[in-house]
């Protein structure tokens, strides 16, 4: 028999959920409609309720193609509402990296240039900045308003105002929970930022009890924006979720990047291949400091590096496993493989599952070619 998740468990699963249209293409109002229906199958089957209870997407889906993509989704963001022990809780689960979108791939890696966090009430983060991709996904996440279904012509706030309008009148404070994993965790701080920064003139009764939770994020901005994120927004309230094996949360914090070319020796040794990979993330970062939010937060104690994938080709090897630990291994220390196994391993066999694709082959085959 399965068993209720607790809340982090869920949480990650509607996070995971985000990426249920990782291999559409079409017209945004198709993509968005083959997501609703999705995301409907994926909360009405029965296994998924039994371990998650009931959900609803009250808000979206919402998607942003860039123009001259392939006709693929670069960022995807959702509500759903549950009833947890008679609380209301929302969760705005925000979409990770695509692979098939050359727009959501760069986004992680525009990091040469930081822009200033300037909260509009105070307190204000001083000092504060992100990086120039996490500013171009935060302006198009608070900028959607779903054009049909749930929550159409609102934005998140306008949204939440509107719902909490109608919660006035109960005696528990709902929550709502900001989430996303890789690029979705990277995004999730700068949206429950504004959110918290905001909140008067959402819930001017103050009812909502917001809570960030991150799961493979990379890093959002500068010490400074994690600190008055961490520290000063939401004190107790933010989890960040990570594994020790993967390289996305050290990645571009200048200290802790500097062991990720040995992070699976002596299993995968670097070679020549992964240190210029290093140099092109250093060249990315352009001297700029990125700090995680909650910096001590403590990594999954039973990470262990997968070793039936590892074939010889120490770069092969190498993002093979990177791939593996920033997806797969997640379902796996979390406890939520039901999940994966179900629901969720078809839409990340290009950069997750433990099978070779078609792409990693033609990559092996020809660095194998050139070495011989």
Not at 117 to 133: A, E, T
Request: aromatic share 14%; proline share 5%.
């Amino acid at each position: 028999m399965s068993g209720k998740y607790d809340e982090a468990k869920k949480v990650f699963s509607l996070a995971m959920f985000s990426y249920l249209g990782n291999n559409l293409t079409g017209t945004v109002a198709g993509n968005r409609r083959k997501v609703a229906k999705r995301l409907k199958e994926t909360f009405d089957e029965e296994g998924m309720r039994s371990r998650l209870g009931d959900w609803k997407v009250v808000w979206g889906p919402c998607i942003f193609q860039p123009d001259k993509e392939f006709d693929v989704i670069g960022n995807l963001m959702y509500i759903a509402k549950s009833e947890q022990d008679g609380v209301p809780q929302y969760v705005i689960a925000i979409s990770g990296t695509n692979p098939m979108s050359f727009y959501a791939l760069t986004m992680n890696f525009r990091v040469n240039k930081q822009v200033d966090w300037l909260p509009k009430f105070p307190p204000y983060c001083v000092n504060g900045k992100i990086s120039k991709g996490a500013n171009i996904g935060f302006r198009k996440l608070k900028s959607m308003k779903p054009s049909e279904g749930p929550g159409k012509g609102q934005n998140i706030k306008n949204f939440l105002k509107n719902e909490f309008k109608v919660q006035k009148l109960r005696v528990k404070k709902p929550q709502v929970i900001i989430t996303g994993h890789s690029l979705g965790g990277m995004l999730a701080p700068t949206v429950a930022s504004w959110l918290r920064n905001e909140q008067n003139s959402w819930d001017p009764d103050n009812m909502g009890n917001l809570t960030l939770y991150t799961f493979g994020a990379g890093t959002t901005g500068n010490k400074e924006f994690a600190d008055y994120v961490t520290k000063v927004q939401f004190k107790g309230k933010v989890f960040r979720v990570w594994n020790k094996l993967e390289i996305s949360p050290p990645l571009f914090n200048a200290t802790a990047m500097k062991g990720l070319p040995k992070i699976y020796t002596p299993y995968i040794k670097p070679n020549e291949f992964i240190r210029e990979l290093y140099n092109f993330f250093e060249n990315c970062r352009n001297g700029n400091c990125y700090c995680q939010i909650k910096k001590n937060a403590k990594p999954f104690a039973n990470s262990a590096i997968n070793r039936s994938i590892i074939k010889g080709y120490p770069f092969i090897d190498y993002i093979k496993q990177a791939g593996y630990q920033h997806i797969e291994a997640y379902f796996k220390l979390t406890g939520t493989t039901y999940i994966w196994r179900n629901k969720m391993r078809e839409y990340f066999m290009p950069i997750g599952a433990n099978e070779a694709n078609d792409d990693l082959t033609k990559l092996e085959n020809k660095i194998k070619s050139f070495c011989k």
